[in-house]
């Protein structure tokens, strides 16, 4: 498997979580933070959206950076208020 399938399946995985809104404001702008190096697809295929995300395919997603901390780096952010969740309420 490439890179950028590897990268794909993963990302495509954390979106199939993606559409509850923010318990802190409300909002429906939650966006799934993918760590990690890039590829360069992920430039070219998506568009930049206010609040710092990038959408592709209809869905929003952040940048997260190479550096994880194991349980306490956040999976989501809302773009509206800025909040940082491991995990949103089912």
């Not at 979106?15 to 360069?40: D, K, L, T």
């Not at 190479?66 to 809302?78: H, I, K, L, Q």
Request: charge should be neutral.
């Amino acid at each position: 498997m490439s890179e950028t399938t590897a990268y794909r399946e993963n990302l495509a995985s954390w979106i199939r979580i993606y559409g509850q809104p923010c318990p802190a404001c409300g909002s429906s702008r939650v966006a799934v933070i993918q760590y990690g190096y890039p590829p360069q697809y992920l430039f070219s295929e998506s568009t930049e959206v206010e609040g710092g995300g990038r959408m592709l395919a209809g869905k929003l997603f952040k940048l997260g950076g190479c550096c994880v901390t194991v349980g306490e780096s956040p999976e989501f952010e809302c773009l509206s208020c800025g909040e940082g969740y491991r995990r949103l309420p089912r």
